[in-house]
């Protein structure tokens, strides 16, 4: 589904140039729950924005089923973007003005779909996340779980190909980091393409392959079968 | 401590200059406006005031039935009248002479000239540059002059003893140089006294009313029945005076009686019917709006701002500072934003002072500036507690945990009266941006409005000499007729547009009724010249002059006729000044005194002093037929003076000058009120659409287009301007009839304005918006969905 090869990003400033990712080569395959591990300021989370199209890279090709990204304009990439890649972010980035239901909808007034689906959708994966309760509530009157879940479910509602999580669980407690770590377990177990960043081999564990960086390069690549059991 | 403040004060303004400059610039603009404003009805209030007697001298005035008032009185009267009222302690007169030609060796002067009382400059003491106020008068071939005549006459010297000859005949001997300059007064608008002789002449009968008399009333007095007394003694004396039962005066002279304090005649008088004060009132109204603009812009982004030193604030309380200190701080730096923009606003008054001063006709002086000195430091005071104040206790109460957290940014505290203040911004804008289309179409019509009369191309020659130049009207009439570019020639005592000039009003009887009507003297190319339209009858033929034949002739206006309710009017006789006159001709009525006064009832007369020589042109070569007309006109008909004259569009056009002006004020101030609005609402939204960065880089992540993310920008601007707009329709609506109730001759509402004036403001307010939100959509995605 994504294959990054020799790939690189260059941070300029006025006296200094940052190599945040060197010559980067990685597959994702359809189905397959990618963690990306590293310690802070090796590159993850440029990588996980460069294969969100948030980002952009200097050198190498990285291609999206089988389409290549580079030189794609801002509007291609948006479109790309909004048809086929869900994000879930450590500070959720959910709209503060927005009810719970409109903050989920908005992805899918976005790709015009019509305002009954719309409701008939956005009702669906509430009830999945088990958030439904809430829709009327903003942002700020829940919990950091009940936020992360929130946007999980944005996430989810337009049924992207491939669901990129910057640090979901960075900024829970234990339990409410257990939930949703369930919750994309149970993504992945019913198909869905993740990529992770995490901080936390705990977190990591969950996913079938791991990947190391540092200083911009990928140190190693292992798949990872162990059982894990929720506490 | 102070020092540490004015650093980060000035660091603050080096770091992000836009909000301390656009308040400078608005504070500038509205303290400037508001200064002029201040100087300009300080003014208008200062007539008189610089008199020590104001409270003391009084002006006689009558109005008619109709509603015209007049401020001349019966010269007799005045002292009848202070013998018989113990109130009345002294008079003083004078008297319109009109223009006269004051000539000093090869100077000739035209200069509006006075007879006054020998006691004139005790009532007015205006100050002497040379002679004596006291014994000036004492001769009557003595000639006082203003400052600024001897100046034009004499230059520099001191005239007092210099001969002067009026209108080439007598000598005079100037005898006193008085000021006017600084001085605000109605009667600057004569240069030249001599003595009012005590003897009564033919003219200074009873019934005569060209006199101006000024009473002394030491005491308080009833206002009303002193009209009362007054009016009833004069219809006594003058019923005595003129052998005549008092119930036929009464038919005559049906009037009242007042007297007007001088301190508040120029804005306050009868004749000006309450309208005196409306300039002031806009102006101010306006003026002090700016100012409530300043004062919004200055909240709305010290609370945008305010964000920006939130933590420096949470920092100064952490470290012990206490909420006064900080409350402090801000007010002060507030105080010296005053400050700087009350210095600019100094500068500027002092170069827009001149233009301004020309533009509404006044003369006005920065060190004037001192007199409202109280008034302007309160006005700053106020502006500085409410545009001070406010922000700074927000400031000072900011959580400093919830701060240093960096948990602040996206506060929404502060945003509703933001809204609020922006909405009372447009809503202000679109109120004054509507009535001021409405003036301009106003205007547009007076300027435009078929008068019944055709105004173009009318010269329009007075005759200095009418007597000695009357047996010589048919012989210049025929030579003008004959110049190239001359199309006709025609003659009037009373011009439209010209107000009374020397034509009188009078009371016409016809069977039992009488009707105050304007006498005018034409001759009988008079209508055609014009091209006033005879709807009913002839015109006069050139032998029916008025007091020659039998019968006298005269010609009336459609108004007349519908006063009296004439039936079928041709034939029939009325009675002017106790002599039958017969109607040959009813002409269609037409505007002569300006828009704000209903049409006269009007009677035309052949002959007998037609003063003045109007001659239509042609368009072409114009400049080489006045020139033609001088020449001819000083060479053979009055060698002895100047030609003086004027175009009738020109002087119809001074008739409605205020309003001009009004329109160039209200033009002004709304273009400055709706500049110093986007001011504001640019740094508002700037900082608005700054604060949602964050969200629009989450929408954009999660594929809005372009265009989406504009509109959810927008939009909330937008409803604010329009929820504006909507509360400023009917307000402007209300206020703009009351305006046009003013006019005799109106539009109707116009709907224009309803629909311009909101686009204006909201098609800028998008823009200004968008341009804003532009900026937005280059947002780096990935650092504003990182950080908070």
Redesign the interface.
């Known amino acids: 589904m994504i294959k990054l090869k020799n790939l690189s990003k260059i941070y300029r400033t006025e006296d200094i140039e940052t190599t945040a990712l060197n010559a980067i080569d990685f597959e994702v395959q359809e189905g397959e729950f990618v963690s990306v591990m590293g310690a802070s300021g090796c590159g993850k989370?440029?990588l996980l924005?460069t294969i969100?199209l948030?980002?952009s890279f200097d050198s190498g090709s990285y291609t999206f089923r089988g389409e290549e990204m580079a030189n794609l304009t801002e509007?291609q990439r948006?479109?790309i973007?909004?048809?086929n890649i869900g994000?879930v972010?450590q500070?959720f980035?959910?709209?503060?003005?927005l009810t719970v239901f409109e903050n989920v909808a908005?992805?899918l007034f976005?790709?015009n779909v019509s305002k009954s689906e719309r409701q008939d959708r956005v009702t669906e994966i509430l009830k999945r996340m088990d958030i439904e309760h809430r829709k009327n509530h903003f942002p700020q009157q829940l919990s950091g779980g009940q936020q992360q879940r929130v946007a999980v479910a944005?996430a989810l509602v337009?049924e992207p190909q491939l669901i990129l999580a910057d640090e979901p669980t960075g900024n829970l407690d234990s339990k409410n980091g257990n939930e949703v770590m369930e919750l994309l377990t149970d993504l992945h177990q019913q198909g869905a393409t993740i990529i992770m960043v995490t901080h936390s081999s705990y977190d990591a564990s969950f996913s079938s392959k791991i990947i190391e960086l540092k200083d911009g390069q990928i140190l190693a690549q292992k798949v990872n079968k162990r059982e894990i059991k929720l506490v | 401590m102070i020092n540490n403040w004015f650093k980060i004060f000035l660091r603050n303004i080096k770091k992000r200059p836009l909000y301390p400059m656009v308040n400078l610039l608005g504070l500038t603009a509205g303290i400037t406006c508001f200064l002029l404003a201040m100087l300009y009805v300080g003014s208008e209030f200062s007539y008189e005031k610089w008199n020590p007697n104001v409270d003391q001298i009084y002006k006689n005035i009558i109005e008619l039935p109709d509603g015209q008032v007049h401020v001349g009185s019966p010269r007799p009267l005045a002292e009848v009248n202070v013998a018989a009222f113990e109130e009345f302690t002294d008079y003083t007169q004078y008297k319109d002479e009109g223009e006269q030609l004051i000539s000093y060796g090869t100077k000739d002067i035209f200069s509006q000239s006075s007879r006054v009382s020998k006691n004139f400059f005790e009532f007015f003491p205006f100050p002497f540059k040379y002679g004596d106020p006291k014994t000036a008068l004492e001769h009557p071939s003595n000639l006082i002059i203003t400052a600024e005549l001897a100046q034009s006459i004499f230059g520099d010297i001191n005239p007092v003893g210099k001969e002067v000859k009026i209108n080439n005949e007598k000598p005079y001997t100037i005898a006193g140089v008085y000021e006017l300059k600084g001085n605000n007064t109605q009667l600057d608008y004569f240069s030249a006294v001599i003595l009012l002789t005590d003897k009564y002449d033919e003219n200074d009968e009873w019934g005569n009313f060209n006199i101006h008399t000024y009473y002394k009333i030491p005491n308080e007095f009833d206002d009303a029945a002193m009209t009362k007394k007054l009016t009833s003694f004069y219809l006594e004396n003058a019923a005595k005076e003129m052998n005549s039962p008092i119930e036929d005066v009464k038919k005559y002279f049906t009037m009242d009686f007042y007297l007007e304090n001088i301190g508040e005649m120029h804005l306050f008088s009868r004749g000006l019917k309450g309208k005196g004060t409306n300039n002031i009132f806009i102006l101010s109204l306006l003026s002090l709006l700016l100012l409530v603009m300043c004062a919004i812009n200055f909240v709305n982004l010290s609370i945008s701002g305010a964000t920006q030193r939130a933590k420096e604030v949470a920092i100064r309380k952490t470290l012990g500072g206490s909420k006064k200190g900080i409350t402090v701080q801000f007010v002060l730096e507030v105080m010296f934003l005053c400050l700087v923009a009350f210095c600019l606003s100094l500068a500027l008054v002092e170069i827009s002072l001149p233009s301004f001063g020309n533009l509404l006709d006044v003369d006005l002086h920065i060190l004037n500036v001192l007199e409202y000195l109280p008034l302007i430091l309160s006005t700053i005071l106020i502006l500085i507690v409410c545009a001070g104040l406010f922000p700074a206790l927000y400031l000072s109460n900011f959580n400093p945990v919830k701060v240093l957290k960096g948990n602040f940014s996206r506060s929404k505290s502060g945003t509703v009266l933001k809204k609020g203040l922006m909405a009372f911004q447009f809503a202000i804008c679109a109120v004054f941006l509507i009535g001021a289309f409405v003036i301009n179409a106003q205007l547009k019509y007076m300027n435009e409005k078929d008068l019944g009369f055709n105004k173009e191309q009318v010269m329009m020659i007075e005759v200095s000499d009418r007597d000695a130049l009357e047996p010589k009207t048919d012989m210049y009439k025929r030579e003008l007729n004959k110049m190239p570019g001359v199309q006709k020639v025609f003659m009037s005592d009373r011009p439209p547009g010209t107000m009374a000039r020397y034509g009188s009003v009078t009371r016409v009887k016809y069977i039992e009724d009488y009707v105050t009507t304007d006498i005018h003297f034409i001759d009988h190319e008079f209508f055609p010249g014009m091209e006033i339209e005879i709807l009913e009858g002839r015109n006069f033929l050139p032998t029916e002059l008025f007091d020659t034949v039998g019968v006298n002739k005269v010609v009336v206006n459609e108004k007349f006729i519908r006063e009296f309710n004439i039936e079928k009017p041709i034939g029939k006789t009325i009675d002017l000044w106790e002599q039958d006159c017969e109607i040959i001709g009813v002409v269609k009525d037409y505007i002569s005194k300006g828009f704000g006064t209903d049409i006269q009832p009007a009677l035309f007369a052949a002959g007998y002093r037609t003063s003045v020589v109007m001659l239509r042109l042609d368009t072409e070569d114009i400049s080489q037929t006045i020139a033609a007309v001088e020449d001819f006109w000083t060479t053979k008909i009055e060698p002895d003076y100047p030609l003086q004259y004027e175009f009738l569009d020109k002087d119809f056009a001074a008739l409605f000058e205020q309003h001009q002006k009004l329109q160039t004020l209200v033009s002004a101030l709304s273009a400055i009120m709706v500049l110093i609005a986007l001011f504001g609402l640019f740094a508002v939204a700037t900082h608005s659409i700054q604060q949602r960065y964050k969200e629009v880089a989450i929408r954009k992540t999660i594929g809005a287009s372009e265009a989406q993310i504009l509109g959810n920008l927008i939009k909330d601007f937008a409803i604010i301007c329009l929820g504006a707009i909507l509360v400023a329709l009917p307000i402007a609506y209300v206020l703009s009839s009351r305006w046009l109730e003013d006019f005799t001759y109106r539009i109707d509402m116009p709907a224009i304005p309803y629909f311009v004036a909101p686009l204006l403001i909201f098609g800028l307010t998008i823009f200004i918006i968008w341009m804003q939100a532009r900026k937005a959509l280059s947002v780096d995605l990935v650092k504003h969905l990182k950080f908070e």
Not at chain 1, 93 to 97: K, Q, S, T, V, Y
């Open positions: 989370s440029t924005n969100g948030l980002d509007r948006a479109n973007r909004k048809e994000f972010f500070n980035n959910l709209i503060d003005e908005l992805p976005y790709n944005r337009t």
